[in-house]
T-cell receptor
Framework: NAGVTQTPKFQVLKTGQSMTLQCAQD?????MSWYRQDPGMGLRLIHY???????DQGEVPNGYNVSRSTTEDFPLRLLSAAPSQTSVYFC?????????????FGPGTRLTVL | TQLLEQSPQFLSIQEGENLTVYCNSS?????LQWYRQEPGEGPVLLVT?????EVKKLKRLTFQFGDARKDSSLHITAAQTGDTGLYLC???????????FGKGTTLSVSS
């Protein structure tokens, strides 16, 4: 199993550009989520999904869109990039939402918005 | 709002020393998890504690869940350079729909 994969690993955007961060998992997990990690801020939840066709907002959803058309894939779309979105983005998955199930994280995407 | 406060924020020690990292909240959590993150990688789960007062050991790492399930600690005995990393505690929100993370403790162990 590859686990959770994320592409690209690094990305530089100009303000106003749009892009999609890709996330895929091969563990048949129902629950997937996107976090951003900023220095001194910890991991903050952007959006999550409890299954194909079901998504919901997390703590910091503004400026981001998600969709979940398959169990395996959970892309994160930046609609119009802003410098405040410069961060490291992590995708995670688990068997069921929250509770005490292990979250498996991808290696992250490092995004810089100029 | 459920918050997890971790202390200290930074810790720099010599190899062989002992240390304790704390994770505190004013809210009760059904469980708490500890993750370790190395530079350039995603967090990896170390342990989950579920029962108040529970103690779990993972080699030189000892994890404790407070009796009231509002706090947890991670104790490392005889730290090694390989223990260097960011240690994060996390717990489920009340709805069970997401994990809440503390801001982390950055540990640096030098030889």
């Amino acid at each position: 199993n590859a686990g959770v994969t994320q592409t690209p690993k690094f990305q530089v955007l100009k303000t106003g550009q749009s892009m999609t961060l890709q996330c895929a998992q091969d563990m048949n997990h129902e629950y997937m989520s996107w976090y951003r990690q900023d220095p001194g801020m910890g991991l903050r939840l952007i959006h999550y999904s409890v299954g194909a066709g079901i998504t919901d907002q997390g703590e910091v959803p503004n400026g981001y869109n998600v969709s979940r058309s398959t169990t395996e894939d959970f892309p994160l779309r930046l609609l119009s990039a802003a410098p405040s979105q410069t961060s490291v983005y992590f995708c995670a998955s688990s068997y069921i939402q929250g509770s005490y199930n292990e979250q498996f994280f991808g290696p992250g995407t490092r995004l810089t918005v100029l | 709002t459920q918050l997890l406060e971790q202390s200290p924020q930074f810790l720099s020690i010599q190899e062989g020393e002992n240390l304790t990292v704390y994770c505190n909240s004013s809210s009760v959590f059904s469980s708490l998890q500890w993750y370790r993150q190395e530079p350039g990688e995603g967090p990896v789960l170390l342990v989950t504690v579920v029962t108040g007062g529970e103690v779990k050991k993972l080699k030189r790492l000892t994890f404790q869940f407070g009796d009231a399930r509002k706090d947890s600690s991670l104790h490392i005995t005889a730290a090694q350079t390989g223990d260097t990393g960011l240690y994060l505690c996390a717990g489920p929100n009340q709805a069970g729909t997401a994990l809440i993370f503390g801001k982390g403790t950055t540990l640096s162990v030098s030889s």
